[in-house]
């Protein structure tokens, strides 16, 4: 990976945490301020999204998913689906750590 790659995967994981952060206390729209932001560096170098981040994001609205605030989660054979509050769903093999 180049020097200007690890730089963007680290301003991506800034992004994620400060997401993250914005999520936790109530401030979604910055929080998908972040998200959109995350995935324009991402888009840029090329990276994908760390799948810890790509998981907790809706591909739909770019909402930060908090579970019991704004996204629903149920698993189903096997699957773990997240429901966003804009209806979009995600599924995940449940066994997937990553
Ligand atoms: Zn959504």
Known sequence: ???DATIAAERIEVLAEQAR???????PDRA?????RARRVAERHRLSL???FERFVC????AYLCPGRNARVRTQSGHVVVTCECGSQARYPYADSQ
């Open 59 to 62: 591909d739909r609205c770019d």
């Open 1 to 3: 990976m180049s020097d």
């Open 50 to 52: 760390p799948a810890s």
């Open 21 to 27: 952060e914005a999520a936790r206390t109530d401030h």
């Open 32 to 36: 998908r301020e972040c998200v959109r």
